[in-house]
């Protein structure tokens, strides 16, 4: 009985720290839209965590090692998981830059790539993805990344499965900023 209880409050604390780490609160608006929203608290303040979104060096610290940022309203983010590409290479990850406040928010249009069906990339002109950075005490900070503008259907539904993925992956990675 005693060996039981152990395993439990062992196997609940785990839980705990593994949804601690990426948090996923992704939800239906009252309007019908999808919004896939996941957040995570950094042990660093705004204006450092800003500069991980913000500047090639600190892209290229957890994201990809091929990047290309112009960072102003109308500009992008350009990355590259293969390192022998160029960042304007057509496999390129590119995402331009809506708008952003400094230090608080980044509105990125999510351009798909050949990798999705055909129908979605072509109808993806509201995809965006919104990046918050908040204060969450003590020196550190709450990043909650929220996808909008999702279509429709099945292949919607498998662009939504491949971002919400690839979003926990990408947080899972700048944690890993942290590990000791």
Known sequence: M?????FTILACLALVTVNAQVNNSSYVTQYGERVLQLSIIIPMDKKEAWKLF???EGLKTWIAPV???????????????????????SS????????????ELLTLKVNLNNGFAANVKENDQNLQEIIQFTDAG???????SSMVGWGQG??????YS????G??????????????
């Open 167 to 180: 979003n926990e992956w990408t947080f899972k990675e700048i944690l890993k900023l942290f590990e000791k």
């Open 138 to 144: 003590n020196g550190n900070t709450k990043l909650v």
């Open 67 to 89: 990047v290309s940022i112009t960072m102003k309203t109308g500009g992008h983010i350009r990355t590259n998981y293969d390192k022998t590409k160029r960042a304007d290479d």
């Open 54 to 56: 913000s500047t090639e």
């Open 92 to 103: 390129s990850i590119q995402l331009g830059i809506i708008n952003y406040l400094e230090y």
């Open 2 to 6: 005693k060996r039981f209880f152990l």
């Open 154 to 159: 099945e292949d919607w539904n498998k662009a």
């Open 162 to 165: 491949f971002f919400e993925r």
